[in-house]
T-cell receptor
Framework: KQEVTQIPAALSVPEGENLVLNCSFTDSAIYNLQWFRQDPGKGLTSLLLIQSSQREQTSGRLNASLDKSSGRSTLYIAASQPGDSATYLCAVSRGGSYIPTFGRGTSLIVHP | DADVTQTPRNRITKTGKRIMLECSQTKGHDRMYWYRQDPGLGLRLIYYSFDVKDINKGEISDGYSVSRQAQAKFSLSLESAIPNQTALYFC????????????FGSGTRLTVV
């Protein structure tokens, strides 16, 4: 059974810092990995999707990398802003059923 | 209009009542999912459907049932609601071949009193 762990569970940083959020998974036979953002009480917004054949994806200040062999993905946020405050979740879809397994998220607070 | 629409957005119901949560999508995706989210437990899969004739149980299906009325509609029912079903419920869609990953609705906050 795939297990997805996100470290740290919570993070508080001053505005302007570059951040790295981590996602690790136990089964490297994945189909894709997706990073989401969730604001309190709201739905999940897709940030980046990395297919198993890819090593990284970039969108604006966000960069996600994937290393299947080590079972890890990182989400890099450059020059953090208070508007980045949210919970960030990663979801790993395995081959076969393609059903995603979610991590429990990293709660990020960026203070001015 | 949102790609994935959930109704109602909020609902308070009494123990023992039957309640239906509805989800509709305009993305044309074949696959639809129902998740519940609880503080500290993350997202857990209740049911999923790969097409209109395909319904599958997730990890926490007990106490729930679903209906896939059409490609675009997937409803979740609580036959006899109980307080520990109080949670935030999400519908999601995906298309295996589109490469766009998963799209989530805005959620239904359900409180069972």
């Amino acid at each position: 059974k795939q297990e997805v762990t996100q470290i740290p569970a919570a993070l508080s940083v001053p505005e302007g810092e570059n951040l790295v959020l981590n996602c690790s998974f136990t089964d490297s036979a994945i189909y894709n990995l997706q990073w989401f953002r969730q604001d309190p009480g709201k739905g999940l917004t897709s940030l980046l999707l990395i297919q198993s054949s890819q090593r990284e994806q970039t969108s604006g200040r966000l960069n996600a990398s994937l290393d299947k062999s080590s079972g890890r993905s990182t989400l890099y946020i450059a020059a953090s802003q208070p508007g980045d405050s949210a919970t960030y979740l990663c979801a790993v879809s395995r081959g076969g059923s393609y059903i995603p397994t979610f991590g429990r998220g990293t709660s990020l607070i960026v203070h001015p | 209009d949102a790609d994935v629409t959930q109704t109602p957005r909020n609902r308070i119901t009494k123990t023992g009542k039957r309640i239906m949560l509805e989800c509709s999508q305009t993305k044309g995706h074949d696959r639809m999912y129902w998740y519940r989210q609880d503080p500290g437990l993350g997202l857990r899969l209740i049911y999923y459907s790969f097409d209109v004739k395909d319904i599958n149980k997730g990890e926490i299906s007990d106490g729930y049932s679903v209906s896939r009325q059409a490609q675009a509609k997937f409803s979740l029912s609580l036959e006899s609601a109980i307080p520990n079903q109080t949670a935030l419920y999400f519908c999601a869609t995906s298309d295996l071949h589109s490469g766009v990953g998963y799209t989530f609705g805005s959620g239904t906050r359900l409180t069972v009193v």
